[in-house]
Structures are given as C-alpha cells and as structure tokens.
C-alpha cells in the first residue's frame, strides 16, 4: 500500500505512521485523514503489531490543525456543509480511538488545533521539551471539531479553550496533556522503547485493557459529548462574528499568512 502524505514502519512488534508533509506543518488534509485511516487499518490488520506509535515529519510540527488552505476554497460552508465536513473530521481522530491496539503520539513541535485533539485522542502522549499547544481555532471564531479536552485535562480545558492560548510542554505535562517529557533528541527512541516495552504484554490483554478502558469513559458519555461538539461547532463555524468577518476581510485581500498574523498581534498586549 503506498501513500502521498503519510510514511509506514515497522519496528519489531511497533508500527509507527509519520504524518509526513512537513513543509505543511503536517496540515492534516482529507488526503491525509483518509491515508491514515487505511494505514491504521493495515497496522490493527498485521498481528505481528501489539503498538502503534504516531508522529510528525521535519521537527517543526507533529501537527499544526486541519488544512485551512483546503477549508478555504470555494463558498463559505453552510451550517450543513460544516456539519457534514466536522463529521468527517470526528471519523479521522476516533479511529485511533477505536483502533483495537493502543497507539502513543510522539509529539515534537507544533500540536495546534485539529492536531492537538488528533493527538488528545491517542491512548498516550509524549513530548519534547519545546512542544507547543493550543486550542487556536477559537481565535479564528472556530468551533473544535473532537472536544476530547474535557475528558483528557477536567475543568482545565475552560482557560486552554477560552483563551485560546498557545502553552509549552511544562504546562501540557503538569495539566495532564501529556505523560512525559523528554528531550528533543531522544523523543523518537524513547517513545518507541516505551512502546517495544508495552508490546511484551499479550496482545489479547492489550486489547481487552484498551477496550475496557473506552467503555469506561463511553459509558460515561464520551460519544454524546463528541457529537454534541460537533454541533456546536458547525454552528459557530457558519456564523459570520465580526473577528470572523475581520479575518476573512484580510485574507482576501492581502493572503492568509497576513491574516493569521493580524490575529496573532491582537492578542499580544494581553500575553
């Protein structure tokens, strides 16, 4: 099976997939979502897999969001269309939800946005030590397409969300984000050596555990509160507030990097 903008390994009883597109901060396309679905798919196929380990291209990103290059063509999305699109958006991130084997996100750089609830729905998260996150579609009056942070951080996620501010791995860590830290240059080895440490479990109790483990948080609601997000968000993602209006204004006249820089220097005053 070949891919356009994601990468296959195996390593002893680990797959690793690398969202590979780097000069895109790893933007996560429908070509991209749709690959790793089916890579996903090939790895829970292969029985000599127990983990799966999940990272980003090039050391800028494991992920800067969804492809707002591709959510910006054509018409404005109808309330609909938004539904329609976060829908698709929900199926990519809980597939590593539903995937039957336990998968560890290897996060260097960037984990923004879509990135980052991709990553909030991986079993277990790591970091190096200069990650940055953040829940930023809000400052773009976008709604969250897998409001997992609830689940993941409790109350915590009202500031991450409300603000929309970007936080280091420090704060990811003592939040509860991420399990561990490490440096830069061992990130990659030690997520794999954790996971090569994981796959000496049984595989049959590696499932079971991770199986249990979601209904735990499903039973509980999980799946209600995902669907209800992407309600929400299709409506806010239809509105035209005038911080929406402002920042469309700007990115068809002088481009999208002017208009993200605009919204950027808003916030500085109050960092």
């Known amino acids: 099976m ?17 969202l590979d597109q780097p000069k895109r901060m790893n933007a996560i396309s429908l070509t991209m979502a749709d690959e790793f679905k089916r890579a996903l798919g090939e790895l829970e196929a292969d029985e000599t897999i127990r983990v799966i380990v999940v990272k980003g291209e090039g050391g800028r990103a494991f992920s800067s969001g969804y492809d707002i290059a591709e959510e910006a063509e054509g018409e404005r999305y109808t309330a609909a269309t938004w539904s329609e699109r976060l829908n698709h958006d929900l199926d990519f991130t809980l597939s590593v939800w539903e995937c039957r084997k336990p998968t560890l996100a290897a996060i ?7 990135g980052m609830e ?4 991986c079993d277990i998260r790591y970091c190096s030590e200069e990650a940055k996150f953040g829940v930023v579609d809000t400052r773009f009056s976008s709604g969250v397409a897998t409001l997992i942070l609830p689940w ?5 996620c009202r500031e991450l969300i409300y603000t929309s501010d970007i936080f280091d791995a420090e704060r990811a860590e003592r939040v509860g984000f991420v399990t ?12 794999v050596r954790i996971a090569k440490r994981m796959s000496m479990v049984a595989g049959e109790c590696l499932r079971l555990n991770k199986k249990a483990i979601n209904q735990s948080f499903e039973i509980m609601g999980l799946m209600g509160a995902l669907k209800a997000g992407v309600d929400a968000a299709a409506l806010l993602n239809s509105m035209e507030t005038p ?11 002088q481009g999208m990097k002017a208009a993200l ?9 109050y960092e």
Do not use: H, N
Request: contains cysteine.
């Open 2 to 18: 070949t891919f356009e903008t994601i990468r296959i390994e195996r390593d002893e009883r680990v797959g690793i997939i690398t």
């Open 261 to 269: 820089k605009w919204r950027a220097e808003q916030f500085k005053p």
């Open 118 to 121: 991709f990553a909030g729905m």
């Open 108 to 114: 260097e750089g960037y984990c923004l946005a879509g």
């Open 152 to 156: 993941i951080v409790g109350s915590q």
């Open 243 to 253: 911080e929406y209006l402002d920042f469309d204004r700007i990115k068809r006249e």
């Open 180 to 191: 561990r830290v490490f440096p830069k240059e061992t990130l990659a080895a030690e997520v």
